[in-house]
């Protein structure tokens, strides 16, 4: 059974960090693209960053150099290092695992981000 397990998240003021951690069960985590998205209220979800089987990173601009993301493949876990938070960087925080060559796409059950004063 697939599972990928969010944490970290938590209430922040502005300027504050959160580091979240994601482990991954049931799959072969080396083998697949992990990633983080984002959702607001009823908003789509959108993608903060990802990162490649061989550590490609990608970042939405509006958190690019303020947020970095890795990975650690024997713990089977990714992290999302989120600096200077702002306001709107409020949302639930979803992580992903993606694998194209079987068409994989897992989700985690996500994790809240508030970013309040």
């Known amino acids: 059974q697939v599972q990928l397990v969010e944490s970290g998240g938590g209430l922040v003021q502005p300027g504050g960090s959160l580091r979240l951690s994601c482990a991954a069960f049931?799959?072969?985590?080396?083998?697949?693209?992990m990633g983080w998205y984002r959702q607001t209220g009823g908003g789509e979800r959108e993608l903060v960053a990802r990162i490649t089987r061989g550590a490609i990173k990608e970042f939405a601009p509006s958190v690019e150099g303020r947020f970095s993301i890795s990975r650690d493949n024997a713990k089977k876990t990714v992290f999302l290092q989120m600096d200077n938070l702002k306001p709107e960087d409020a949302a639930v925080y979803y992580c992903n695992a993606r694998r194209m060559e079987s068409s994989d796409d897992f989700w985690g059950q996500g994790t809240q981000v508030a970013v309040s004063s």
């Open positions: 049931g799959i072969s985590f080396s083998s697949y693209e």
